[in-house]
């Protein structure tokens, strides 16, 4: 019995130990925190140190101070509770938001200056997070490398750039590593890159990596470094410029859950290898150039459930894939697939997001994918889909968002689209849909009106009036009616309930808004478009309350009266502002944060507005305003970089002289200043402007010396320069037919141009693009005609008529293959008309009156088919005139080396003639005349070598037998 008791006494020993020991370091480190000895005075000093270093904008690291006993309890340190050791360092920026990364580049709150090498004096930190902070572009520290116990370590967007260090290859403890440069388009910090990423072998037990926006582009041992991370679990190299995956055929990282090479520039094949990836559950392709199929993983890749492959050139997917079960997600938009939508979608019981939009897709939409119960997100937009929408769309009994957008459905919205309780979001816009908005509007809002956010139906055939019902969608975010058939009277009813509206797009209807002068709307919105409403004669009082507008769009509303002051505070907070095409009245006030600015075709009169430097886009045209430029141009801020793309103040009363301030505005795409009064020369500083691809100074009454291009109608004068041949718009011929235009709001400006041809002047807009044209008719220019104009071979009008030209054309002119008007009349050119003129064959117009040409008009059906008033002033003759050539030896002077040429070439081609007539008589006449001859002609042909031909031929077949 002594035998057996020994076991149990032992163990209430180790137990009772036990609980002292546990007791007792508890108390041990109760008391280190009583006494306020927790934090080791070493590593306080040296946070004390590295916080010397930083910028600390909002004083986030208030409680980071020297009298501060425990630094374990600042903001941001977490120490080991047995050893006081700083453990974690999380210096993460959480005062930014989505929009400022990306948009603004303004990261509230961010940590600057540097990172201190006093970190090295924490020799227990796992954790290290500098995320979101902006270190000013500096390298990432090296010595981070010799923080050998880190796990954890985030560098996202903190605003480091330039080559990674290799010392991070010692960090064998190192878990978790995100590297991801600043992204954005306001980040002015270069990227981080890396030729090559070997050192990442020495990272032992790295199960999560994430590089992204790096450039990883000369690191082409990227996947055979990476290979040899037998831990990782999950990769993600987004946006590292890649395009190629080297070719190996085995990687050692078979537990890879999550693969991620989004946003790279990757072509050929998907690799083969992703089949022996077994674990592989989240796959994320998109955004690449992969073409061809998908390798067969049939049987490995069973745990699957996300799958993102947008933005490739696929193909083909095979059935396997689309008939796992296990998928829940699934990103198939923008790639090459044709033919009709398969249904072996309808296998993926589990699917909630599919989306095969900006496809080929060619057929109805199958009934089979109505079966897809569990579908959330259903995209199908920009397709070339047909049909009718099926009364199964009830099925989608967990549809959230549906977007149909962009093919060529027809027919009426189906009643059954009301019972889909959950959605939220309705996508219909660019279709062929018919029947009433009341009746739309009623199937959406049957089962739960309160929960529709977002309805888009631009661009269809919906007629009708707008029914008081659409009030009711009380949850209703964002509206697009825009381009439909609605007709009719809209009032306050129509808005009561709408409190949570941001966006409403309702232009190109004929819809009249009638409500009370002193209505204030129940929603405060964001985006108003209104265009081509009737709100007018007078100006809408109700926008007075809209006070965080950004996108006002009243162009063509019928207003005809003046602006009132409160509009102009109104409009300063936007950023698109169009009050074009109306009759509105007074005087504009200065532009201080609107990036484009519609006024055009108004009453606008007075001096023009100063602007900002953040306005991009600025249409005055057609209105009233007076006085001079000077005010608009060379009133800003000097060493401030203006935005300014497109001016155009053409229509206008402006006067005096072309201030010379264009040095400010080197962002400039176009100018347009027709129709005015301007006078003087043309600035010097307009020859700065790099970026100027348009420049309209018609019809006002400027001179002086052509710098880079000059317009008709003005009384410029000197040479023509020779830096012609620069402009590469008509050096090579155009290959589209697309609008030209320089605007970013939605393309509503498109580039035009007048051009002067056959005597008349012809506008140009839709196919400007297929339009070159040199005019610099009517001034003053002088000196010879350039030969760098004959390298123009994209040009199709040519006008130099009207100056003071002398010389002669330059044979070279037969290089200007595409010229169809050439007109250089009423100058003082002399010589002979060049012969190449007549190899240009698309030329159907040519003006060479009264000058002082010469001689004969070359010989071609091209001249020959001109007008003769096309050659009248000149001492020309030869059709098409009626003056004939003399042959004589004083009209056409001829050497004797010449007419001996003449006489050689006849008697040579005389001897051709009876030499051919000779032989062939030699031939044919004994052959008539002899009968002998003519049986022996035929016995040898029909006898002798018929049967020499077959012998050969069973000799050549018996030996290929044997």
Not at 132 to 152: A, E, H, K, V
Not at 315 to 323: A, E
Not at 828 to 844: K, V
């Amino acid at each position: 019995m002594a035998k057996y008791s020994v076991k149990p006494f032992s163990t209430l020993l180790f137990i009772l130990m036990t609980i002292f020991i546990v007791e007792a370091t508890t108390n041990v480190t109760s008391a280190k925190r009583n006494s306020g000895l927790l934090c080791i005075e070493s590593e306080k000093q040296a946070l004390l140190n590295f916080k010397q270093d930083l910028i600390d904008p909002l004083n986030r690291l208030s409680s980071w101070v020297v009298d501060g006993d425990d630094c374990c309890k600042w903001t941001g340190i977490v120490c080991d509770n047995i050893t006081g050791h700083v453990k974690q360092l999380r210096l993460d920026n959480t005062h930014v938001s989505f929009v400022d990364l990306v948009f603004t580049g303004n990261l509230n709150g961010a940590f600057r200056g540097k990172v201190n090498p006093s970190l090295l004096n924490l020799t227990k930190l796992s954790y290290l997070d500098l995320s979101y902070n902006d270190f000013g572009g500096t390298p990432i520290p090296s010595f981070i490398g010799c923080l050998l116990n880190l796990q954890y370590l985030n560098l996202t967007r903190a605003g480091f750039e330039g080559k990674i260090p290799h010392q991070l290859g010692n960090l064998s403890s190192l878990i978790h590593l995100i590297l991801e440069n600043n992204n954005g388009f306001y980040y002015s910090h270069g990227r981080l890159y890396a030729d090559n990423l070997f050192w990442l072998s020495g990272l032992s037990s790295l199960e999560y990596l994430k590089i992204s926006e790096t450039d990883l582009s000369e690191a082409s041992d990227w996947l055979l470094s990476i290979s040899k991370l037998p831990s990782l679990l999950k990769l993600q190299l987004f946006s590292c410029e890649l395009d190629h995956i080297p070719p190996i055929s085995y990687v050692n990282f078979t537990f890879l859950e999550s693969l991620s090479l989004s946003y790279n520039r990757i072509q050929f094949s998907v690799p083969n290898w992703i089949c022996n990836l077994s674990s592989l559950a989240v796959l994320n392709l998109a955004e690449n150039s992969f073409e061809g199929p998908f390798p067969n993983c049939s049987q490995s890749l069973s745990s699957l459930y996300y799958l993102d492959v947008s933005n490739n050139n696929l193909n083909s997917l095979p059935n396997w894939l689309l008939s796992l079960q296990s998928m829940t997600h699934l990103g198939l938009s923008g790639n090459d697939f044709d033919a009709s939508i398969t249904c072996h979608f309808h296998n993926m019981s589990f699917l909630k997001y599919l989306d095969v939009s900006e496809n080929h897709f060619n057929s109805t939409i199958p009934n089979c994918l109505y079966s897809l119960k569990s579908l959330e997100h259903l995209d199908l937009h920009s397709n070339n889909l047909h049909g009718v929408l099926s009364s199964a769309i009830t099925n989608f009994t967990s549809i959230v968002s549906l977007d149909f957008s962009n093919n060529s459905l027809e027919g009426n919205i189906p009643p059954s689209m009301g019972t889909l309780c959950n959605l939220e979001s309705i996508g219909l816009s660019g279709n062929k849909l018919k029947g009433g908005l009341s009746k739309v509007l009623q199937y959406l809002s049957g089962c739960n009106p309160n929960r529709v956010k977002y309805l888009s139906l631009r661009n269809n055939m919906l007629s009708g009036s707008l029914p008081e019902s659409f009030g009711c969608l009380s949850s209703l975010h964002v509206v697009d009616i825009t381009d439909n058939l609605l007709k009719g009277v809209v009032t306050e009813v129509h808005f009561s309930n709408l409190t949570n509206l941001w966006d409403i797009y309702a232009s190109g209807n004929s819809l009249t808004l009638k409500v009370s002068p002193d209505w204030i709307p129940p929603f405060n919105l964001t985006t108003l478009d209104f265009r081509s409403w009737g709100l007018g004669p007078m100006f809408p009082n109700w926008l007075k309350s809209q006070k965080q507008i950004k996108y006002l769009d009243l162009s063509q509303t019928g207003i005809s009266d003046v602006a009132p002051s409160w509009f102009w505070k109104l409009s300063a907070s936007a950023t698109i502002l169009n009050v074009s095409h109306n009759q509105i009245r007074g005087e504009v006030s200065d532009m201080s944060s609107v990036s484009i600015v519609y006024m055009s075709s108004n009453k606008f009169e007075g001096s023009l507005p100063r602007i900002s430097s953040s306005v991009q886009e600025l249409y005055l045209s057609n209105n009233s305003f007076s006085s001079g430029l000077s005010q608009l141009l060379c009133g800003q801020p000097v060493g401030v970089a203006n935005e300014l793309i497109i001016l155009h103040l053409g229509g206008n009363k402006l006067s005096g002289n072309i201030p010379d301030c264009w040095l400010y505005w080197s962002n400039l795409k176009v100018i347009n200043l027709d129709n005015n009064y301007l006078t003087g020369r043309i600035p010097s500083s307009m020859g700065s402007l790099q970026n100027l691809q348009s420049l309209h100074i018609r019809n006002n009454r400027l001179f002086g010396d052509i710098h880079i291009l000059d317009i008709a109608r003005n009384n410029l004068s000197g040479t023509i320069p020779s830096c012609f041949d620069k402009f590469q718009a008509m050096v090579t011929r155009p290959n589209s037919s697309r609008f030209i235009s320089y605007s970013s709001y939605l393309g509503s400006f498109s580039e035009y141009g007048f051009v002067v041809s056959k005597g008349r002047e012809n506008e140009f807009n839709s196919i400007l693009k297929l339009v070159t044209s040199l005019d610099l008719s009517d001034n003053k220019l002088s000196g010879k005609f350039p030969v760098q104009l004959t390298s123009l071979q994209g040009l199709y009008f040519l006008n130099l008529s009207r100056n003071f030209l002398v010389g002669s054309i330059p044979d070279e002119i037969k290089n200007m293959k595409m010229l169809e008007s050439f007109d250089v009349s009423l100058n003082q050119l002399s010589g002979n008309i060049p012969p190449g003129m007549s190899s240009l064959t698309f030329l159907n117009h040519l003006n060479l009156s009264y000058n002082n040409f010469s001689g004969e008009i070359p010989s071609s059906t091209q001249l020959q088919s001109m007008e003769a008033s096309s050659f009248f002033g000149n001492q020309l003759c030869g059709l098409p005139l009626p003056k004939k050539c003399k042959e004589d030896h004083e009209a056409t002077p001829r050497d004797a080396s010449t007419e001996d040429d003449e006489e050689e070439k006849y008697w040579f081609r005389l001897g051709i003639v009876v030499g051919f007539g000779v032989g062939f008589a030699g031939v044919i006449v004994p052959l008539l005349v002899c009968g002998i001859w003519r049986r022996a002609y035929f016995w040898f042909f029909n006898e002798y070598m018929w049967y020499k031909i077959m012998d050969c031929f069973i000799k050549v077949k018996y030996m290929l037998r044997n």
